[in-house]
């Protein structure tokens, strides 16, 4: 983990890391260059704002790229590969540490909560907590926001992840869900829309959510170097008022509208399926109603990190978060 944002900072340092004020496409649309961490239906309002053409509507001709990481998404936003990127902000706080001259602030909150959930295996009868001491768990990848997460519910039920369990944390992301199918461990933490495709096909059981059991965070944000959002205020303003236009159609549209809007983007998820995890999601305020990340959340995020010993610093939350776009739009 400490060697993956080594050579991000390496990057940074021999990289010339300008930000150019935004290129016009065709028809007057402002290019921009948009880095997620990965496709998910966590992530509803980003695709909502591009399926519902609310980014057009605001003059932005959005290009979305998924890089599959979130050090491959820090790579992309520092080394100018894109514009913005949609990742955990503990990924600011792990280049602010390394000394970066040009810090990447989170601007625009869009989810609230963590998104996993904890699946069984072979659950009979109620669940609780202590079932989980001496089982083997296949956790997310060590310093990112799943993991750090899983942790900290884990210690707040009075288990100690590394001690009262065999805690698997090695496995790439991709390849955490077909581990569990293969046969490894009796507990795995996952994302949806695997979490509920295993359920219904009787590969395990959500028991728990561990959104519901962590509070409040800024799981997912948009994040931007500084210089950018300095040099393309307008460009910031005009992506923070359409995300906001996004997470107000969310809101107020029933999960089964949301998963029909977000089609395109998940052809291999059936719309059952996407309904029930856009539903669930939406039951646990997992979407930010407003893109305003909050201090509150900010330092909740920083004790989850320092909980799991990957904090490097505690940083205020001034320094790498940005909320002077996302309050203009909520009280425009």
């Keep these: 983990m400490k060697t993956k944002w080594l050579l991000i900072l390496f990057l940074l340092i021999a990289s010339v890391f300008g930000a150019c004020s935004k290129e016009q496409s065709s028809d007057g649309k402002i290019k921009v260059r948009v880095a997620e961490v990965t496709r998910s239906l966590f992530y509803a309002p980003e695709y909502v704002a591009i399926s519902e053409g609310i980014f057009e509507k605001h003059g932005l001709d959005v290009e979305l790229t998924t890089t599959f990481g979130g050090d491959k998404t820090m790579t992309a936003v520092l080394s100018n590969g894109a514009d913005i990127g949609l990742v955990g902000p503990e990924t600011t706080l792990y ?21 996993t959930f904890l699946v069984a295996r072979n659950q009979k009868g109620t669940f609780n907590w202590e079932q989980l001491k001496g089982t083997t768990f296949l956790g997310q990848r060590k310093g990112g926001m799943p993991q750090m997460v899983g942790e900290y519910v884990l210690s707040n039920h009075g288990i100690e ?60 944000a948009f994040i931007a170097k500084e210089s950018f959002l300095k040099k393309n205020a307008k460009t910031a303003q005009k992506f923070t008022d359409a995300l906001y236009e996004a997470q107000a159609w969310v809101d107020s549209h029933s999960a089964e509208e949301i998963a029909q809007s977000v089609a395109p983007f998940f052809q291999d998820t059936p719309l059952d399926i996407a309904t029930k995890v856009i539903d669930r999601y939406k039951s646990q305020n997992s979407y930010s109603t407003n893109p305003i990340l909050e201090e509150d959340e900010w330092n909740n995020l920083q004790k989850i990190m320092k909980n799991s010993g990957e904090l490097p610093k505690e940083v205020p939350h001034s320094t790498l978060v940005d909320t002077k776009f996302a309050e203009k739009s909520t009280k425009q």
Excluded: C, M, R, W
Excluded at 95 to 114: E, H, I
């Design 161 to 220: 992840p590394h001690k009262d369990l065999k805690l698997i944390q090695n496995i790439d992301f991709a390849n955490i869900a077909n581990a569990f199918a293969s046969g490894t461990g009796e507990y795995v933490q996952l994302f949806e829309p695997t979490a509920s495709i295993f359920e219904k096909e009787g590969k395990g059981k959500i028991v728990a959510s561990f959104g519901l059991e962590s509070g409040k965070v800024p799981y997912t």
């Design 95 to 115: 280049v602010y540490a390394q000394g970066a001259n040009d810090p990447v602030k989170s601007f625009a909150q869009l989810t609230q909560t963590d998104g």
